[in-house]
């Protein structure tokens, strides 16, 4: 998918600002990718809209490290764990890189956000990667299960239920060990889960938001990739519109039969409950009140 360019961009930011929306957050693959991406961020901010990005902050120079402090905007970024697992997910030598964008971070006193993904490669060490992000100076932290999409696909590195709670356990003890609460992403079945008492949990069922691909297709979800909609013809307001009168997205908004007793999270992640059954609605392959998984569709 070939990426808008920036007057696309910009286009759909000045419409962004008309239609009253008020966040922004620019994710990717990584988003420095793009040599405009220090423009793209001051638009943002020049037309009121609050930022953020998430980058795995290789590529975070000392220009744009400058400018993100300047505009205030809030920057994310992943933590695998220590040294050795960091570069066996990334790739030899991008440890020092990622290093380097958080001292350009600390430096100019910009607060950060590490996300932790846990896989099959680290999920035995995701205390150790909480440590590390809470030494590291991350002013918040969260921990999100890999799906089987994309590269851990390929690698079949994507997290099972047991392996799951048996990391969200060693999450919930280390949290309490170091005095901090731990955001835990896409889980939201957690809740009915007790004992938890330094982890908390969202729904984005609840979110009234849009996630639009680097090339301006609106997507029912950004883990799903599929379209709906194409920004540049239907605008946001339309894509906003065709999104909501998408047949596989209302159904997602539905809860499962295997939910009716609890409901305590509609049924958990969508993309990942349509990734594994085939359809929607269904219930989430990761909650633990499912007796016994069926075979992957």
């Given amino acids: 998918?070939?990426?808008?360019?920036?007057?696309?961009?910009?286009?759909?930011?000045?419409?962004?600002?008309?239609?009253?929306?008020?966040?922004?957050?620019?994710?990717?693959?990584?988003?420095?990718?793009?040599?405009?991406?220090?423009?793209?961020?001051?638009?943002t901010v020049d037309l009121g809209i609050d930022a953020s990005i998430f980058t795995n902050l290789t590529l975070l120079n000392r220009d744009t490290a400058s400018k993100i402090s300047r505009l205030g905007i809030e920057v994310m970024t992943s933590l695998d764990g220590p040294r050795e697992i960091y570069e066996r997910v990334k790739g030899q030598g991008t440890w020092e890189k990622f290093l380097r964008?958080?001292?350009?971070?600390?430096?100019?006193?910009?607060?950060f956000h590490v996300n932790i993904t846990v896989s099959k490669m680290n999920y035995e060490r995701v205390g150790d990667a909480i440590i590390l992000a809470n030494d590291l100076g991350a002013d918040s932290i969260s921990i999100i299960p890999s799906m089987a999409f994309g590269r851990a696909l390929e690698t079949k590195s994507f997290i099972g239920r047991e392996e799951f709670l048996e990391s969200v356990i060693r999450a919930d003890r280390v949290a309490?060990?170091?005095?901090?609460?731990?955001?835990?992403?896409?889980s939201p079945f957690l809740r009915a889960l007790r004992g938890l008492r330094n982890l908390y949990y969202s729904d984005?069922?609840?979110f009234k938001e849009l996630d639009i691909s680097p090339g301006g297709k609106a997507l029912i979800c950004d883990v799903m990739g599929i379209e709906v909609a194409d920004l540049m013809e239907d605008g946001i307001k339309g894509?906003?519109?065709?999104?909501?009168?998408?047949?596989?997205?209302?159904?997602?908004?539905e809860l499962p039969v295997e939910c009716l007793g609890c409901g305590a999270c509609r049924g958990g992640c969508y993309?990942?409950?349509f990734n594994y059954w085939g359809r929607l609605p269904s219930i989430d392959p990761l909650c633990p009140y499912i007796i016994k998984l069926p075979p992957r569709t």
């Fill in 101 to 111: 964008g958080i001292d350009e971070l600390k430096r100019r006193n910009i607060p």
């Fill in 239 to 253: 894509a906003w519109r065709k999104l909501n009168e998408n047949e596989l997205y209302l159904k997602a908004k």
């Fill in 204 to 206: 984005c069922r609840e």
């Fill in 1 to 43: 998918e070939k990426p808008l360019g920036r007057e696309e961009v910009v286009k759909l930011l000045r419409e962004a600002a008309s239609s009253g929306i008020k966040y922004i957050n620019y994710t990717g693959g990584d988003p420095l990718i793009r040599r405009d991406i220090s423009e793209i961020l001051e638009e």
């Fill in 176 to 186: 309490e060990e170091i005095g901090i609460r731990v955001s835990v992403w896409c």
């Fill in 271 to 273: 993309a990942r409950a």
